[in-house]
């Protein structure tokens, strides 16, 4: 066995809640410089006229990287970093940590789990962690895409940047790209839990593997293809809608439409490798921290009620 044991008691939900959060902090600490690139590379190209020639500026995930370090320095990678960690302290612990609490709920607690249920568990927790965290979402985007705005820098810090949206844009340019970014979460959610919950299943019941590090390795892997594949997409006009100047797109739609009238449909993949790297190696680490932080916080509570 790798790593800690399975627990005989099943997790509870609130250790489900901070493993999820936790474990989502350190998967960001570990990929965020792979993030800021994905970001840098959406963006790219979104601001010159359909008739300019196309010289960009960053060329594939590891120039995007050697780029940015040779004109920003290093901590340019970690751009939006407080606000990512911010973000995933109240959006994975709600997307992830309530996940299986919702399945059980539209399941009425019955074994037998149907994809039916496990999509709409994904889509709830998805929107609902949405609804929370979608202003620290657009602060991390916005610092990611800081470096395309020329002279001084857009905002000084994180609480900067909260303050200057909501005055410059209003409140509700903090809950800017809610439609789009509910819309990628319902399908991340569904693609990264629901592909990773039915690969391990399948794993597990046909005894290929035991539930173990390499199994939630492998379950993990599979899960973060599957889903860059369906939501680069959405990711990529999500992304630049929130980013964009308050006059630029009507909507989430008419961003979308731009993108297909000036650049092409090839657009909505741009940055799609960064994305596989930072999602396939964000999802490896989430999904091994989250199990083994969930067996290590049942394993301490256990202890700590056993008599002496």
């Not at 940590?97 to 999509?119: A, M, N, P």
Request: proline share 5%; aromatic share 10%.
């Amino acid at each position: 066995m790798v790593g800690f044991k399975p627990t005989e008691v099943p997790p509870t939900a609130m250790v489900k809640f901070v493993g999820a959060g936790t474990a989502a902090c350190i998967a960001d600490l570990i990929t965020f410089p792979l993030d800021t690139a994905k970001v840098r590379l959406q963006i790219q190209g979104e601001n010159k006229p359909a008739a300019a020639p196309h010289t960009a500026q960053y060329k594939g995930v590891f120039g995007t990287m050697a780029t940015m370090v040779r004109n920003e320095g290093p901590k340019s990678l970690y751009n939006g970093l407080v606000a990512g960690l911010q973000r995933q302290m109240s959006f994975a612990s709600v997307r992830i940590g309530l996940y299986d609490s919702v399945k059980q709920f539209y399941t009425k607690g019955s074994e037998h789990v149907g994809i039916g249920s496990r999509l709409l568990a994904g889509c709830t927790t998805g929107a609902m962690a949405v609804a929370v965290a979608q202003p620290t979402d657009v602060v991390k985007v916005r610092f990611q895409a800081q470096a395309r705005v020329e002279g001084a820098r857009r905002y000084q810090g994180t609480l900067d940047a909260y303050k200057t949206i909501a005055r410059e844009e209003g409140v509700g340019g903090l809950w800017k790209g809610t439609f789009p970014n509910i819309t990628r979460n319902a399908i991340v959610n569904c693609a990264e839990l629901v592909t990773y919950d039915l690969i391990k299943d399948t794993l597990l019941k046909y005894n290929l593997m035991t539930d173990n590090l390499p199994c939630h390795f492998t379950s993990a892997f599979g899960a973060g293809f599957c889903t860059t594949v369906i939501a680069s997409p959405v990711d990529v006009v999500k992304t630049r809608y929130m980013n964009s100047a308050p006059s630029q797109y009507g909507s989430a739609i008419k961003c979308a439409l731009t993108m297909l009238r000036e650049e092409g449909p090839l657009a909505f993949y741009k940055g799609f490798t960064p994305s596989f790297l930072r999602l396939g190696s964000w999802n490896v680490v989430m999904f091994v921290t989250y199990e083994q932080l969930k067996r290590a916080m049942m394993a301490a509570r256990a202890s700590r009620e056993a008599p002496f």
